[in-house]
């Protein structure tokens, strides 16, 4: 049976998660492609673009004849009932560079709705509230990671002095990557029956 490698990716300008699922969790290997660091939206661009790029190349090397898909969170026309036309703009170049980079390695690049993937997935695309100040929006899917054995995959120990979303047990001082870990979960779409995915190819 050919093998498949489902490639995760939480998007945005600050911190991108990438996830490599081989064969619905028999491999994954998560990555943070942090870009908050530099000035412009340009930058962040170019940076994400070639290190996803050596990603990429990475996968097709290790699984020369698996079938690979990319899947990418579709972008949200309106946030709160407002069209943010900056928010469109700025994300849509970021998912062409991804849409662009799969393409030169023969990689077809779906979109999924955040709600329908959270259903599916983790079962709930309902926030929910927390003692430790974590994105409710993010929590059940961090929650969701950590029940099934990914806690270190998610789990951040550089987390300086900040308070909010920090987790302290004992000396220990932690946090999640929300972003590795929603890329996780976007990854196992890819694995579900084609009846329940509701994928639109991106161009």
Request: charged share 35%; proline share 3%.
């Amino acid at each position: 049976m050919k093998d498949k490698v489902v490639i995760g990716i939480d998007q945005s300008y600050k911190n991108t998660g990438v996830t490599v699922n081989k064969n619905n969790g028999e491999e994954l290997k998560v990555f943070g492609l942090y870009t908050d660091c530099y000035k412009t939206n340009t930058i962040k661009r170019q940076s994400l673009k070639e290190r996803l790029d050596k990603i990429v190349k990475h996968v097709k090397r290790v699984y020369p004849d698996a079938e690979v898909v990319c899947i990418i969170e579709r972008i949200r026309l309106k946030s709160q009932g407002f069209l943010n036309i900056n928010y469109i703009k700025g994300i849509g170049a970021l998912n062409a560079i991804i849409t662009d980079i799969m393409y030169d390695y023969g990689i077809e690049t779906f979109s999924v709705d955040t709600r329908s993937w959270k259903s599916a997935v983790v079962g709930t695309s309902k926030p929910k509230p927390n003692k430790f100040g974590i994105d409710p929006e993010k929590y059940p899917t961090i929650l969701w990671n950590v029940k099934n054995g990914r806690k270190k995959e998610i789990i951040n120990y550089e987390v300086g002095k900040k308070k909010k979303g920090v987790i302290v047990k004992g000396d220990k001082r932690y946090r999640y990557d929300d972003d590795k870990s929603d890329s996780i979960a976007i990854s196992f779409y890819g694995f579900l029956p084609t009846e329940r995915q509701r994928l639109e190819e991106e161009h």
